[in-house]
């Protein structure tokens, strides 16, 4: 199979290129919202409200969520992780509004991310976001109120996923999807490519407009006893190019039809990942990916290695924000007399 390589590289480049307008005076806030912890914030939303244009925020991991927020301003948002065990930050609805440019959402386990309705329908543009290496459960027809240019979306775990009409130059590389479809209405300026799909029961595919959706370099993977496909549901052509099907019980076909065109791809190959689990809570079942059992990296020999699902990109499982240190303790004596020494284990490592 051919790679898109040059056809990414640029992509990423033009995106980046128009990504984060760096500003001279950048304060970084810390939330936390721990009990008995110090931080500048313990509410998110608190945070977001007193920073300014281009100051970070790191949301430090917690059992409890840090609840919705609304972005309105240009900020780079860091959480710990979404999935490496006690070291998760987690929050439930992201809203983006006006003045959220130009701002980067990294290592967050979100439910949703949503534009919420405006009385007037003054809803204006919002360009230039970046999602990378989070959790995201909902991601619901962005770009029905607001208009949405220049969205980069990598390294993320997606469940369900839908593009509105109002957005252009959307770039979804190198993500891992577990819901059963995604929705496209727009497609010439989209690029779909390098992506896991891991849905138990099949995919389905639409393209609500007339232009060409051109899906590539992916992986369609599935686990079920009875055969399943890859189906498509729209208006305009679709082509699939660099793909493969696999189910791990049954067949894994790709849709037929007069608007659809399968070219360099293979169907029911085994992608030889490095290790899958193979029970619920694994890619392939039940539409779930989990980190702790799933090494979807490539085995030397996989019939995809040469086009690299993850090209240019280091993915990371657990959500751990890429370029970013990271420190665990990983033992600590509990009994220490008062007064005497105490001796902690830390792994620290960089992403």
Excluded: W
């Amino acid at each position: 199979m051919k790679t898109i390589t040059k056809i990414f590289k640029t992509a990423m480049v033009l995106c980046l290129g128009l990504t984060i307008t760096a500003l001279n005076a950048q304060t970084t806030h810390i939330v936390n919202n721990n009990a008995g912890t110090a931080a500048d914030f313990d509410n998110l939303q608190a945070a977001i409200d007193a920073a300014a244009n281009g100051d970070i925020i790191h949301v430090q991991q917690s059992s409890t969520s840090y609840g919705n927020v609304t972005l309105d301003k240009q900020l780079t948002i860091i959480g710990r992780s979404h999935s490496d065990a006690s070291y998760s930050s987690d929050i439930g609805t992201l809203e983006l509004v006006e003045g959220s440019s130009n701002s980067v959402i990294k290592g967050l386990d979100i439910s949703s991310v949503s534009e919420p309705f405006v009385s007037g329908g003054n809803y204006g543009t919002i360009t230039d976001l970046v999602f990378q290496d989070n959790k995201i459960g909902n991601f619901p027809n962005i770009g029905i109120y607001r208009t949405f240019n220049n969205i980069l979306m990598q390294g993320n775990i997606i469940g369900s996923f839908s593009i509105g009409t109002n957005t252009s130059n959307f770039l979804v590389t190198n993500n891992i999807f577990t819901s059963s479809s995604v929705s496209f209405s727009m497609v010439d300026t989209l690029l779909f490519a390098n992506n896991i799909v891991g849905y138990f029961n099949g995919f389905s595919i639409t393209n609500n407009t007339p232009d060409l959706l051109n899906i590539s370099n992916c992986l369609f993977i599935g686990d079920r006893f009875a055969d399943i496909t890859v189906s498509y549901f729209g208006t305009g052509p679709l082509q699939i190019t660099n793909c493969l099907t696999y189910n791990y019980d049954a067949n894994y076909n790709f849709a037929t039809g007069s608007n659809i065109t399968i070219s360099n791809s293979q169907e029911n190959i085994d992608p030889l990942f490095t290790f899958r689990d193979g029970s619920n809570g694994s890619i392939g079942t039940s539409g779930t990916f989990n980190p702790n059992l799933d090494d979807l990296t490539l085995q030397a020999g996989s019939p995809f290695i040469n086009d690299g699902i993850y090209e240019a990109y280091n993915f990371k499982p657990l959500g751990t924000p890429t370029g970013l240190p990271s420190l665990k303790i990983d033992s600590y004596d509990p009994t220490v007399p008062k007064n005497s020494d105490l001796t902690v284990t830390i792994t620290a490592k960089t992403n």
